[in-house]
């Protein structure tokens, strides 16, 4: 049976690598650059959802207010960028352990609180962050950053010329944060986390201490999605308050992980391929004033999907496991 | 050789009602103790302030020698207090094993010594057939098989039972019978809260009956059930006359 075990974590490793391979070939194949446009956003959507599912999904502690953290690694590397010409790769760093400080710091008062109440102050948490850089003058309250463009370069992460670059940074961001859940799943976190999610009064009386394990997923999740951010304002080259740290974000985050299989390794993924091309076709083809409209498509996709098939898209696949004889 | 648990003069009161009044018990080394009494008698209160599920309004809780009355339950556990619930509790999206792991992680820092322990113990407990199966598709004997399972992974030196023979057939509970005397041929000691006595009464060294918060008596089971003060408890007075 250990043997078996060993073998299922091989074969995931096995197919993440070759899903990585084919990734990375898929540039050859599509020149168009708004299509590579959709293939940045959706790796990048995959990462942070893979991020947001280790806190959410994992350890069970439901979270509508991870856009904070995403901003807080956009504004991070923007403000230390264009202040103090700091390069955006130790803006990637300083922003992702900022955020895994005020989100243990956050934790500290929010993990007492359990089910909905812990879900409303998510919300409201990162609401309040949106107000307060939206009045916050340094930062350039509601207008925003400029990040200044220079020449192409790796050096400070900016390519005008070509989508490439960014492709393939999301790719490599995607990876991480899947390798990370990967290797988590199968360590003493994991199963803490997984503990305390379905019961964590049981999880206590095995010694678990279920406030540290909530602490521990905090940290990781935030400082993954921060990164996420702040590869964001690389990418888009301007922020403002409500372009990175708005309630879409937090459902954008939320919901390709719901749609694949929530607290799965390979949810977040699939979750992000379908969801994330979906909405950039129907925005761009409804157009204009068709904001509203891939958020219907969500809202049908989760109704389905939570009638059809509640435990996510990647159940199919369990289910097909289990009836093949082991 | 001091007892490797003692509860003294504990007292809980939840807002005006007095659970437990001044109890004071002790479990020595090797023992298997019931603990009895008709319901409403403390027997769950008493067992959850052991456990550290919360803290008494007076008294102290004695572990192994160490005064253990304010440490939360997780480290009562890394102390070597395992404990089951009389709900059981098991974690339903996780597999059997994955389940036992959680409780083996607590003395193996490593996964493959965890998961290696976590099949050992459930092979103790017969549950090894079942380890790759989610927890949530046991059937309600298995369910407590589990919890025995889960606890005896962390390698407790107490083991905590909350009426784990309750509701079984008798098939079932023979098996859980005998379950308990190989965890104490283990060196583990046993505390366990039943209120089945034609069960416990030959499976334990001494019992102790709970009746409206207070110790009534203590002693040989063979003892306990002929006192006329444990009779009454039960019955009432009426029969307490024909005793």
Same mark, same amino acid.
């Given at each position: 049976m250990d043997k078996a075990f060993a073998q299922h974590r091989r074969r995931d490793l096995l197919v993440a690598a070759a899903l990585i391979i084919v990734a990375a070939l898929l540039p050859l194949f599509v020149k168009d650059v708004y299509v590579q446009n959709i293939m940045v956003l959706t790796l990048m959507y995959a990462a942070l959802s893979q991020s947001w599912n280790i806190l959410? @999904?994992?350890? $069970?502690?439901?979270?509508?207010?991870?856009a904070l953290y995403f901003g807080l690694g956009a504004y991070t590397t923007a403000l230390l960028f264009t202040? !103090? @010409?700091?390069l955006p790769w130790f803006g990637m760093i300083a922003g992702g352990l900022i955020s895994a400080v005020i989100a243990m710091a956050l934790g500290?008062?929010? !993990?007492?609180l359990r089910g909905h109440y812990f879900v409303i102050a998510t919300i409201v948490i990162a609401e309040t962050a949106l107000l307060l850089f939206q009045n916050w003058t340094w930062a350039g309250a509601a207008l925003g950053i400029d990040i200044p463009v220079h020449r192409d370069s790796w050096l400070t !992460?900016? !390519?005008?010329?070509?989508k490439l670059p960014y492709f393939y940074f999301a790719l490599v961001l995607a990876a991480i944060a899947w390798f990370v859940t990967w290797w988590l799943e199968d360590s003493k976190w994991g199963y803490w986390w997984r503990a305390v999610k379905d019961n964590p009064d049981a999880a206590e009386s095995l010694g678990v201490v279920v406030f540290n394990s909530k602490m521990g997923a905090a940290a990781v999740s935030a400082f993954l999605v921060a990164v996420g951010g702040s590869f964001y304002a690389q990418f888009v080259s301007y922020i403002d308050p409500d372009s990175v740290m708005g309630f879409q974000f937090s459902l954008l985050m939320a919901l390709p992980a719901v749609l694949g299989g929530? $607290?799965?390794?390979?949810g977040p993924m699939l979750g992000a391929v379908i969801l994330i091309p979906l909405t950039e076709l129907t925005r761009s083809f409804?157009? @204009?004033? $068709?904001? @509203?409209v891939d958020l219907i498509v969500y809202g049908t996709l989760i109704v389905l999907i939570s009638l059809a098939r509640p435990q996510g898209l990647v159940g199919l696949f369990a289910r097909r496991r289990k009836a093949s004889p082991a | 050789m001091t007892a490797l648990l003692e509860t003294r003069a504990v007292t809980q009161r939840f807002s005006g009602l007095?659970?437990?009044?001044?109890v004071s018990i002790s479990v020595g080394r090797g023992e298997i103790v019931g603990l009895i009494g008709p319901n409403g008698a403390g027997k769950s209160t008493l067992f959850n302030l052991i456990a550290g599920a919360f803290p008494p309004t007076q008294g102290s809780i004695w572990f192994d020698g160490e005064?253990?009355?304010?440490?939360?339950a997780a480290e009562r556990c890394q102390r070597g207090v395992g404990r089951t619930f009389q709900v059981v509790k098991s974690f339903?999206?996780?597999?059997v094993v994955d389940n036992v792991i959680v409780g083996a992680l607590v003395r193996n820092t490593h996964m493959r010594g965890a998961r290696r322990k976590a099949h050992e113990v459930l092979e103790f407990c017969g549950l090894d057939a079942r380890?790759?199966?989610?927890?949530?598709?046991?059937?309600p004997s298995e369910k407590r098989r589990l919890e025995v399972a889960r606890a005896l992974a962390t390698e407790p030196k107490l083991l905590l039972l909350d009426?784990?023979?309750?509701?079984?057939t008798p098939v079932e509970a023979q098996t859980g019978v005998e379950l308990v005397r190989r965890v104490r041929e283990r060196g583990i000691t046993v505390l366990m809260v039943e209120h089945v006595m034609e069960i416990v009464m030959p499976l334990v060294d001494r019992a102790i009956v709970l009746d409206l918060g207070k110790v009534l008596v203590e002693g040989k089971p063979t003892e306990v059930v002929r006192d006329p003060k444990v009779i009454t408890a039960y019955?009432?007075?009426?029969?307490a006359v024909s005793a």
């Open positions: 959410s @999904g994992y350890c $069970g502690q439901i979270s509508l207010g991870h202040k !103090f @010409g700091v500290y008062p929010c !993990f007492r !992460f900016q !390519f005008t010329r070509s929530i $607290g799965t390794l390979w409804i157009g @204009g004033s $068709g904001r @509203g | 007095v659970a437990n009044s001044d005064d253990v009355t304010r440490l939360p339903e999206t996780m597999s380890a790759e199966v989610p927890a949530s598709e046991l059937v009426e784990v023979l309750t509701g079984l019955l009432g007075d009426r029969h």
